[in-house]
C-alpha cells in the first residue's frame, strides 16, 4: 500500500518548494528517499507500472549540482524498482542538472525534454533507455499527483 505520509510529505514541497538555497544535499537526500520509496510502492501496486518495470534494464545516475557541490543518486528498474545515493549499479544512463531545474524534473513540475533541449539537463549513455525510464517515470507521477488530490 501507497504510504499516505510520503504523499503528504510530497504534496507540500509542490505547493512551497524550497528556494534554490534550501536544496543542499540532506534535502536531497530526503526528497530522493521521499519520491522513490513512492515510486517502488506503486511499482508493486500498478499493473502498468508493474509491466513496464518487469520489461526494464535500466539504471539511471542523477548528478545535482548546486553551489559548486555534486550529489548523486540512481534508480533501477530491473524487473523491480531499487535506488540509492551515490555511484549505481551497471549505470545504463547519466543525467545531470542544477539541484533546482533536477527537484522540477523529478517532481513533474519540469519537462525532462525541454530540459535537454535548452541545455539546462545533460544526458549521457542509451536515450532510449532515458525515454523509458521517462515511461515509467510518467506513470509513476500521474499516479501520485492522482493521490495527492
Not at 499516505?4 to 534535502?27: H, M, R, T, Y
Not at 550529489?71 to 528498474?77: C, E, G, L, T, Y
Not at 519537462?111 to 515511461?135: P, R, V
Amino acid at each position: 500500500m501507497v504510504d499516505q505520509a510520503l504523499i503528504n510529505k510530497l504534496k507540500g514541497w509542490q505547493e512551497n518548494p524550497p528556494s534554490p538555497e534550501d536544496v543542499d544535499e540532506k534535502f536531497g537526500e530526503e526528497f530522493l528517499t521521499t519520491l522513490f520509496t513512492l515510486f517502488k510502492q506503486i511499482s508493486e501496486e500498478d499493473e502498468d507500472m508493474k509491466e513496464e518495470v518487469e520489461d526494464a534494464d535500466i539504471c539511471m545516475q542523477f548528478t545535482m549540482i548546486n553551489e559548486g557541490q555534486e550529489f548523486k543518486f540512481w534508480i533501477s528498474a530491473r524487473g523491480a524498482i531499487d535506488f540509492g545515493i551515490g555511484e549505481g549499479p551497471d549505470v545504463t544512463v547519466s543525467m545531470t542538472s542544477s539541484a533546482e531545474n533536477m527537484f522540477q524534473m523529478l517532481s513533474g513540475q519540469a519537462d525532462a525534454t525541454a530540459m535537454y533541449m535548452s541545455g539546462d539537463l545533460t544526458i549521457e549513455g542509451n536515450l532510449q533507455d532515458a525515454m523509458a525510464f521517462g515511461e515509467i517515470s510518467s506513470i509513476a507521477a500521474e499516479l501520485i499527483q492522482d493521490m495527492m488530490e
